[in-house]
T-cell receptor
């Protein structure tokens, strides 16, 4: 089983749609959680951290369920510029060092 | 925000040669840097964790003698791909961790595209 698993995608949605991405992680000792966005041939950029109480940043809402080891990202009112690959990322400590584990990513394509 | 640079941004080399990639944290000190590799249409794969002043920790399946990592200072880590082969062609990305008041921020470099001919 992969340490971080995401929806397979791709998601093709019209502008204005609401889209939800899901992610599960296997290591219960995971400490921090993030959603990153990666555009084609570019490095990942942090979209938002995910807090236990859930958090919102504009059109983006992230949720964490530690009991189910599940993370979600909701994008409302999709824009063309939201087209990218969204990476679910989990941080945990291993051997005294921090490790970030990336999901395979879910590709989102927003069309007019 | 914090900035991480990589050099070179792209490199083409012949099979059998070695290539060094630098990763620098420009405005903060990073005790930990990570090296990732990404093949087309795949996710980032962590190769190794680079800790200043100590040996790097390699992920399973990554040859430490082939991918030499040196983290000589708090702002510089280098990855050397030795005796490169075409299958080593990939997008190599580094990141650096900045510790801020009890939590961590990770910043990625822009990546280095390596093509081995």
């Amino acid at each position: 089983r992969k340490e971080v698993e995401q929806d397979p995608g791709p998601f093709n949605v019209p502008e204005g749609a609401t889209v939800a991405f899901n992610c599960t992680y296997s290591n219960s000792a995971s400490q921090s959680f993030f959603w990153y966005r990666q555009d084609c041939r570019k490095e990942p950029k942090l979209l938002m951290s995910v807090y236990s109480s859930g958090n919102e940043d504009g059109r983006f809402t992230a949720q964490l369920n530690r009991a189910s080891q599940y993370i979600s990202l909701l994008i409302r009112d999709s824009k063309l510029s939201d087209s990218a690959t969204y990476l679910c990322v989990v941080l945990f400590v291993s051997g005294g060092y921090n490790k970030l584990i990336f999901g395979a990513g879910t590709r989102l394509a927003v069309h007019p | 925000g914090a900035v991480v640079s990589q050099h070179p941004s792209w490199v083409i080399c012949k099979s059998g040669t070695s290539v060094k990639i630098e990763c620098r944290s420009l405005d903060f000190q990073a005790t930990t840097m990570f090296w990732y590799r990404q093949f087309p249409k795949q996710s980032l794969m962590l190769m190794a964790t680079s800790n200043e002043g100590s040996k790097a920790t390699y992920e399973q399946g990554v040859e430490k003698d082939k991918f030499l990592i040196n983290h000589a200072s708090l702002t510089l880590s280098t990855l050397t791909v030795t005796s490169a082969h075409p299958e080593d062609s990939s997008f190599y990305i580094c990141s650096a961790i900045q510790a801020l008041a009890g939590f961590y921020e990770q910043y990625f470099g822009p990546g280095t595209r390596l093509t081995v001919t």
